[in-house]
């Protein structure tokens, strides 16, 4: 039972390694050659200096802590075409599931994973101007701004990440954690096994 505790605890620390924004805040010179990486390498071409302009602004502001990026996506009636855009013969739902299935281990390598997604029961029930249809929305978490960027620029996601463009135009939003409620079902229950646990060790010693 030592070594088996032993284990479960090493096992802890690594997960704990893994999903605590450990690294400290980004300097300039990181933000500069993460940026320069995304421009060379993002695609469509002609968006990518208006995105990087949007994300050099907010990871200048960096505070080290966690980001959970709150992705509204609408998904366009037939596949956007430009340079180096991918060939791909389904829907554009079908593409972008496709890039997420395809990202899932690279969220996953970068201690980044989606704690959300859903696809929207009805129309904006609030008029909102312009009004715009959403076909998914989803959450993603991930451990620091630096996360956010060492993901874009991983040589494994630019090949991937035109899936998702030629199927949708997307609002991302980042949000910082003020209140975060795990499923109270799974709470209640760990809970109960351990009082479970608990009375029964009591009631053995």
């Keep these: 039972m030592i070594i088996f505790g032993a284990a479960l605890v090493g096992l802890y620390l690594v997960f704990w390694v893994w999903h605590s924004p450990w690294v400290g805040r980004l300097a300039k010179a990181d933000i500069d050659r ?57 829907t554009p739902q079908e593409a972008n599931a496709y890039y997420e299935r395809s990202i899932m281990w690279l969220w996953l390598r970068h201690a980044a994973y989606p704690i959300f997604s859903g696809v929207p029961q009805a129309r904006n029930l609030i008029n909102m101007q312009p009004e715009r249809t959403w076909g998914e929305a989803a959450v993603v978490r991930y451990r620091n701004r630096r996360t956010f960027l060492k993901l874009l620029s991983d040589p494994s996601y630019a090949p991937v990440e035109p899936y998702k463009f030629i199927a949708s135009e997307i609002d991302l939003v980042a949000v910082s954690s003020k209140i975060a409620i795990p499923d109270l079902r799974f709470v209640i229950g760990v809970g109960f096994v351990i009082i479970f646990l608990l009375v029964g060790w009591i009631s053995a010693v």
């Design 34 to 90: 993460y940026l320069a990486i995304l421009e060379k390498r993002l695609l469509p071409a002609e968006d990518v200096k208006a995105f990087t302009s949007r994300v050099r602004s907010w990871v200048e502001a960096d505070d080290g802590r966690p980001v959970y990026m709150l992705n509204l996506i609408h998904f366009l009636p037939q596949f956007r075409t430009f340079p180096g855009a991918p060939e791909f013969r389904g």
